[in-house]
Nanobody, 125 residues
Framework: QVQLVESGGGLVQAGGSLRLSCAAS????????MGWFRQPPEKEREFVAA????????AYGGSVKGRFTISRDDAKKMVYLKLNSLKPEDTAVYYC??????????????????WGQGTQVTVPS
């Protein structure tokens, strides 16, 4: 089992920044890939970003590319998501997720095995 705990959400004005953190514990592996997803109110969960534990490969959703940055600290088993130039449409619950390995389906939420409880990000219009 892998446990994931997100933190760092909050209310921020448009144009501002936040850094979300995800702490992983339990049976993590160096081959695990980590992802961030978000779910706006009354909408489906969407892919934000993903990173491989080893090698540093990353992927981003189209709406956040160039504004958000995913990173990880292997020694601390932490994954971060830096959110810059925030917009009202970034308002959502942000979830951290883990899957056993990196592949071409990295953006599909159905392929992730473990999920955190989510952290709310609100950007007022």
């Amino acid at each position: 089992q892998v446990q994931l705990v997100e933190s760092g959400g909050g209310l921020v004005q448009a144009g501002g920044s936040l850094r979300l953190s995800c702490a992983a514990s339990g049976r993590t592996s160096s081959s695990y890939a980590m992802g961030w997803f978000r779910q706006p109110p009354e909408k489906e969960r969407e892919f934000v970003a993903a990173i491989a534990w080893s090698g540093g490969a990353t992927a981003y959703g189209g709406s956040v590319k160039g504004r958000f940055t995913i990173s990880r600290d292997d020694a601390k088993k932490m994954v971060y998501l830096k959110l810059n130039s925030l917009k009202p449409e970034d308002t959502a619950v942000y979830y951290c997720a883990a899957r056993s390995q990196w592949s071409e389906t990295i953006s599909s939420p159905m392929t992730y095995d473990y999920w955190g409880q989510g952290t709310q990000v609100t950007v007022p219009s």
